[in-house]
């Protein structure tokens, strides 16, 4: 039966590339049969990396059938996978966020958690001398997935081993790698054709903080006037996608790459106090600028306070 490979739901650019990737070697190099598969629709930076390595679009899966071989990428957060993924058959765990819990499996796996600012990065490890098998257009999704997850190695989750790959990537590629992140980071920064609770769900995930159950969203751009030019509307948005989503609250981030900091629409009182017990912030107003915040993993989700 074919393995499917997928990362979390509201894919971004390393969940949408890392399957690739990890599909590509266990199917030209390990001689496996393995499928990259989406758990939702691309964000515009992923849907970029794809149209500009001809890469075609994963396919979108609801969900997984019991005993189905899985691989999960880029999460090990049951939230943020199908519901019925202790029914899957799952082999291998391949991530660089903290350990959740409440994955079950079948029996002993793989898992490679490792402290590095990209799933691309680990499996470039993982890969060993075979790395050097890969093609222009697996390095290149390799490329994008570091720089959109180190933000041109601004955040501090950048690594050594990430800013070397990506450095070595680029230069194999014969790309500028300044001028490919600023490609990059445009398309992720044009969201005028998206809903406000799409962009809401764009690139966030769910966590329990305390018994508060949070959907913490971030919008990593290069242009911040645009989303905060939306500001009310939304935050008006805010409470139906909590309700929709089954959470108590919704934490939007609009993190402005070139200036390194994000600003937090406040829309309520919990919202506010939140932002004042996590961040040593004094709140007046709707929002709050939030200086050399740059990270969801790293600054944001570990400091969350109810």
């Known amino acids: 039966m074919t393995t499917l490979v997928f990362g979390h739901k509201s894919p971004d650019t390393d969940s949408t590339g890392s399957p690739i990737i990890w599909a590509w070697y266990l199917n030209e190099v390990k001689g496996g049969d393995a499928e990259a598969v989406l758990l939702g629709e691309p964000n515009t930076e992923a849907a970029f990396m794809l149209e500009r390595w001809d890469l075609p679009k994963p396919r979108i899966i609801e969900g997984v059938a019991a005993d189905q071989p899985v691989i999960i990428v880029d999460t090990n957060n049951p939230a943020e996978l199908p519901d019925a ?3 899957a058959d799952i082999q291998a765990i391949i991530d660089h966020h903290k350990l959740v819990g409440g994955i079950e499996t079948k029996g002993p796996i793989n898992i490679t958690i490792r402290p590095l600012a990209c799933t691309a990065t680990i499996m470039h490890n993982l890969m060993g001398p075979n790395a050097a098998k890969m093609p222009d257009w697996v390095k290149g999704a390799m490329l994008s997935c570091i720089l959109s997850d180190t933000l041109e190695f601004r955040s501090p989750t950048t690594t050594d081993q990430d800013k070397a790959l990506a450095e070595r990537l680029a230069s194999e590629l014969g790309l500028d790698l300044s001028a490919y992140a600023a490609e990059m980071f445009a398309a992720k920064s044009d969201v005028s054709a998206f809903s406000d609770a799409e962009l809401i769900r764009m690139d966030s995930k ?41 959470v108590d609250e919704v ?9 390194e900091e994000a600003t937090l629409l406040v829309p309520n009182a919990a919202v506010k106090n939140v932002a004042e017990k996590s961040f040593g912030a004094s709140v007046e107003g709707d929002n709050v600028i939030l200086p050399g915040i740059m990270s969801r993993k790293k600054q944001i989700i570990p400091n969350l306070k109810v």
Request: no cysteine.
């Open 251 to 259: 934490l939007l981030f609009v993190v402005d790459i070139l200036k």
């Open 206 to 246: 769910e966590y329990e903080i305390d018994g508060t159950k949070f959907r913490v969203s971030v919008l990593e751009t290069t242009a911040p006037d645009i989303p905060l030019s939306r500001k009310a509307s939304l935050m008006a948005s805010m409470s139906d996608v909590a309700a929709e989503d089954g």
């Open 85 to 87: 993924i202790n029914d």
